[in-house]
């Protein structure tokens, strides 16, 4: 479907908030001012360049080997992550296109957004992300050898114990005292259980 | 017992006397080769297939052991022409599917007659006496674009049901999701392909091969196709006037006109 132009059609292309492309089997053949501005070129410069000639060379590869299969395959692309290189630097942007549906033509409409701000908060939140998990590694670390630590210094005074027991027990003891200390017994025991096991968790 | 047919995806179209056996590229699945099946399924049984870890292959058959050489994926060729018994097997490969091709059909050549190569290249490096095309850094940038493209990635895309790839109101979501994959797999894959060296195996491969060489492609400039030649026995030369590196999507008439002439004189 194709709506009616607006009567400032050149300006809406021309001064439109991205940078609009057209190529053809490739090449530039048309492109709008505020793409020109970025790149601080006349259209005579880029005319019939390679598009792929503005990216670096991981930009490059990746669109031969995802961008261009997607547009021709789907027809369309977007929100593709690429670096725009100018004369004395280079750009982060968002590139989306539309390949033409008319058969014979090998048409791709291009839009380019500028995305400094947004990359370097998408670098900052990715920057805290690794430090949270990283911090998070550390935390994990230290509670582990906290408690291999204490479980260790716990170990020595219930090993003392269970060797008193032993011994009281060898001694001439009423009945009633002797069902006393098999009860410690079993309970020491049980203690002692539990933090061999905190020892093999957390020495793992 | 794996299902292989599952596994790998493996579709077939067409019911003729010859097959061909298509093996896509990295970063993509079986539906590139949709020109071609086209072409080709009125005279061959042609048959397609997902590598593990692309397309609507089983993700969970992963194995990061086995797929740490081309000869992982190699295996899984031959499996799948072990599964549906496949014979004297046309085998056309896109980009790194041409070495796991080859190496398939060096360890089992009982079972190909022809190796079709689009797009290939030994080895993508670089060397004092051998042009691959790139550099260490060039791939590593690769890599770093390609982890700048799998910010929005979510498991949950990977499950998406592959519908009739003729159907033109294929949702967006779909369209999005083409080419998706596991970004760890597609790390992996992408390392595995592009670090692998297969240049000493060209002179082993014991069937005819074909290369088609594009006029303008980074991945495999012209000096790689015309190495191939020189290396690797029996193997016809096809500079296609296409660009880029995936002429079977962007110059089908041209790449389906070179693989018949091809096959009707060889």
Redo the contacts between chains.
Sequence with gaps: MTHALPPNYSDLYNLSPCGLLTLE??KIVHVNSTFLSWLQKEENDILSKEF?DLL???????Y???V???I?????V??????IETDDSSFPCFFSAKGSKKPGE?LVHCAIFKVGDRKKY?TELLRKKEKAEEEKKDKVQALNEIAFDQAHLARAPLANMLAIISLVKTMDISEDVDRLIDLLQTSTEQLDTQIKEIVRKTGA | MVDIIKRNNVRIHGDGNKCMVMAHG???DQ??W?HLIKAFETEYKVVVFDYVGAGQSDLDAYDPKKYSSLDGYAEDVHEVIQTLALKDVIFIGHSVSCMIGLRAAIKYPQHFQHIIMVAPSPSYINTDDYIGG?NR??????????D??Y??WSASMAPLIMGNPDAPE?GEEL??N??ATDPEIARQFARVTFFSDNRSDLQNLPVKSLTLQCSD???APLEVGFYIEKHTPQNTLAILNA????PH??APEETIAVIKSYLNTN
């Design positions: 089997q490739g792929t670096n060379k991981g930009g490059k590869l990746y031969q080997l995802f261009q299969p997607l021709k395959m789907h027809g369309s977007k929100e593709i992550d690429l670096s090998d998408e | 990295f970063g993509c539906n590139v949709r790139m850094e060039d791939i590593e940038a690769l890599f770093e674009v390609m700048a493209n910010l929005g294929l369209a999005a083409f080419c492609d980074i991945l660009t880029g590196h995936c999507l962007s």
